[in-house]
């Protein structure tokens, strides 16, 4: 019986997990009414790593950086939080909520293609298979409608898959840290170190806080402290009880997740020719992903 309640406290807190970051695509879009994409990048992360600090002083308080792994960590924190989410959140502006989610859930199949080239793992057939299915997807949901509007934005669209582009490299670069931290360190530094660079370009970002009402604040905290760092433990725990292959499996639902609930709380419109062409997107990442597994955790 008590396997059966941990089983079920598991499922549960992944699930949330995938709400939680699936709404934060809108919380994104909604914030960027009033924050630029730097700024709410930055306040984001600023929050996130006093929230880790205190989880890591309490769960890890012996756990430290070596000085020789310090470039590794600047470099990843650098590509995987300043350069994924200024491109992240960038986009976002100019593509809704759902295009966003949809195009950043290609990363599995950029990731295998990497290491194929990288690591010259052969390309066996479902690979290729899973890659052909993923562009075909990604024409069915991006390359049917020429409007001008923010769903089918050219510039949006790029910056999304320059997103996806930076998510593959720091995985790249954060693989060698996985033998010597755990996975809670790794983020906080690299967490520490994207903000910092955000801080950088901060002052050339200013935010007018006279036109900043109460519903993005609200949703900036939502971003830093339940995405961040309350989902950020959930999936920790799920990870543990469940394994990388069904949380995987879950994580690949989250554009259903993103477009189901920008449809009702933005008012966002998805056509049944993209809606298939998402089908075929995520179908391509669970070909890949129902064998392969993973230590990375990725941030929503």
Request: aromatic fraction near 16%; include cysteine; charge should be positive.
């Amino acid at each position: 019986m008590n396997n059966i309640s941990n089983s079920t406290k598991s499922y549960f807190a992944m699930t949330l997990t995938c709400i939680f970051w699936g709404f934060s695509f809108i919380s994104t879009k909604v914030a960027l009414t009033c924050f630029t994409p730097l700024s709410l990048a930055f306040y984001r992360f600023l929050i996130a790593s006093i929230i880790l600090f205190i989880i890591i002083k309490f769960k890890e308080p012996n756990s430290k950086m070596e000085k020789k792994d310090c470039k590794l960590f600047i470099l990843s924190g650098f590509i995987g939080i300043f350069l994924y989410f200024l491109f992240e959140n960038t986009g976002l502006k100019y593509v809704s909520a759902s295009l966003g989610s949809i195009l950043l859930s290609t990363i599995p199949v950029l990731a295998m293609v990497l290491d194929s080239i990288v690591y010259k793992e052969p390309f066996t057939l479902k690979k290729i298979l899973s890659v052909l299915i993923s562009v075909i997807g990604v024409c069915f949901v991006v390359g049917i409608n020429t409007s001008t509007s923010s769903f089918f934005s050219l510039k949006g669209i790029i910056l999304m898959l320059l997103a996806s582009l930076s998510w593959v490299l720091y995985n790249l670069f954060t693989k060698p840290l996985y033998e010597k931290y755990t996975i809670l360190t790794i983020t906080y530094y690299q967490t520490l170190f994207g903000t910092f660079f955000f801080l950088i370009l901060l002052p050339f970002n200013p935010v007018d806080w006279h036109s900043v009402t109460i519903i993005p604040i609200l949703h900036v905290l939502y971003l830093g402290v339940i995405c961040s760092a309350l989902s950020y433990l959930l999936y920790v725990y799920s990870l543990e009880k469940l394994g990388t292959t069904i949380c995987t499996i879950l994580i690949n639902l989250l554009p259903v997740i993103t477009i189901v609930a920008s449809m009702f709380t933005l008012g966002e419109k998805i056509t049944l020719t993209q809606v298939f062409g998402t089908f075929l997107i995520i179908s391509s990442v669970f070909i890949i992903t129902g064998r392969k597994k993973s230590k990375t955790l990725r941030e929503f």
